[in-house]
């Protein structure tokens, strides 16, 4: 069960950004076998045969396409994870230092990103002399960027008050100390370029997330536990693509994983816009279904899992959570239930993963949220709703979700893993 864990802290390491996340997949997914399609050719697909598509480079789904009519079985999480922005003129001088000027992006708990050794990774366009505009992956790799902590001595009440940071003011890291022949804004271009291979004057924009350079390890007595960046949700789409390889071939089996869920998905390539529905249309077109099969027997018939990471119990602060529904870290995959709807789990749904779990031997926890707290939530409402497909909202239990290094067990991967795998295999009928 550990050794999943490993390989998940060496995906996370290799994917510092969705679209890193994405291009791992991809190129993973290439070597198993899966032919990339891309969403401006015509569709020529075979029953049996591997695909996946990407959009924006920041949302990938891959599927195994299954015989004529058998139901689908789909799990869904997202790529993306909060934390800070480059403004698109970023770069600025300000009392003797260069700095650079970001956008909180979702989320963070932002004290977290104080003090860490931070660097920069995203995607750049580049004017292409053959293309007109081509998109390179960068990644700075080294400490690079700084958002320094005032002394106590100059913030006498920090450990009462906690800490604070003006988001306008006080957020921008320091990226170097200024000098003289070198604007700020031209440096930041320089270092782009020569990781990018291109000339700092062909840049057009960029996308890059602040990101922390320390790669993930095991810590506890017995390392027991995990410790990483991005834990929320690249775990969740780790396991997916996992499970997609290690699947036996029959239904039809899908995976999306979507960018923008930490600012709620409404985007062209988020779980709110159509890139689903589309992807899930034209496949059954391959398959040669009219849209009365197409509804009658994928849709009504289909089950989707919305694979996200849950709140697990923190043992000096019990009483946040509900009493009867502690989840513990190395307990077990976690079923997420909300009554408002903040996530998609419904009783056949909640009764069927339970179920799911005792045939693969794990364990399986039950998480709700305190009745006094607003509840987060996931991809799982939002596609259940735009694609009238049974969803389930599951996902491992971690701590310090939304932190710059988030926590969680070492065993639960490979549990999450494992029932997974059985999903995708299983084509029982639920009950409509
Ligand atoms: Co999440």
Redesign the pocket.
């Known amino acids: 069960m550990v050794e999943a864990s490993k390989r998940l802290l060496n995906f996370i390491d290799r994917s510092p950004t969705p679209w890193h996340a994405v291009a791992s997949i991809a190129q993973w997914l290439q070597q198993a076998g899966f032919r990339r399609y891309e969403e401006t050719e015509d569709w020529q697909i075979a029953p049996g045969a591997c695909g996946y598509v990407v959009r924006d480079g920041g949302s990938i789904i891959a599927f195994r396409l299954g015989q004529t009519d058998a139901p689908m079985r789909i799990i869904g999480a997202?790529t993306d994870s909060p934390g800070f922005r480059v403004k698109p003129r970023g770069a600025f001088r300000q009392a003797g230092f260069d700095s650079l000027g970001i956008e909180v992006y979702g989320d963070p708990i932002i004290a977290t990103f104080a003090d860490r050794d931070l660097t920069l990774a995203g995607r750049i366009m580049v004017e292409d002399r053959d293309k007109g505009i081509s998109t390179r992956l960068v990644n700075l790799e080294r400490p690079l960027l700084r958002l320094p902590n005032l002394a106590i001595h100059l913030n006498r009440d920090v450990n009462q008050a906690g800490l604070r940071f003006d988001l306008q003011d006080e957020l921008p890291l320091v990226l170097g100390c200024a000098a003289e022949q070198l604007p700020a804004e031209e440096g930041i271009r320089q270092l782009l370029g020569a990781a990018a291979g291109v000339a700092p004057e062909t840049i057009l924009s960029w996308e890059l997330a602040v990101v922390d350079v320390q790669p993930g390890a095991f810590f506890g007595r017995d390392n027991e536990f995990i410790a990483s960046a991005r834990l929320?949700?690249l775990a969740s789409c780790h396991a997916a693509v996992e499970a997609l390889l290690a699947a036996e071939p029959g239904q039809t089996q899908v995976i999306a994983l979507f960018d923008h869920?930490?600012v709620g998905s409404q985007s062209y390539k988020g779980a709110d816009g159509t890139f689903l529905a589309d992807v899930l249309a034209r496949l059954a077109e391959c398959l040669g279904l009219r849209r009365e099969s197409e509804r009658r027997s994928l849709h009504a018939r289909s089950v989707l899992l919305s694979a996200?990471?849950a709140h697990a119990l923190h043992p000096n602060v019990a009483r946040v959570y509900e009493p009867q529904h502690h989840v513990h870290l190395n307990g077990g995959p976690v079923i997420k239930i909300n009554a408002q709807q903040r996530y998609a789990t419904d009783g056949v749904g909640e009764a069927y993963f339970e179920w799911l779990c005792r045939k693969a031997e794990i364990p399986c926890q039950k998480y709700v949220h305190r009745t006094n707290l607003p509840c987060g939530s996931?991809i799982g409402p939002i596609a259940a709703g735009r694609l009238g497909i049974r969803t389930i909202d599951v996902g491992n239990p971690m701590w310090s979700m939304h932190s710059a290094r988030e926590s969680a067990g070492a065993h639960d991967h490979g549990m999450m893993i494992k029932v997974m795998t059985l999903f995708f295999s299983d084509a029982t009928e639920l009950p409509s």
Request: a negative charge; zero cysteines; proline letters at 0%.
């Open positions: 997202h929320d949700n869920e930490e996200d990471m996931t």
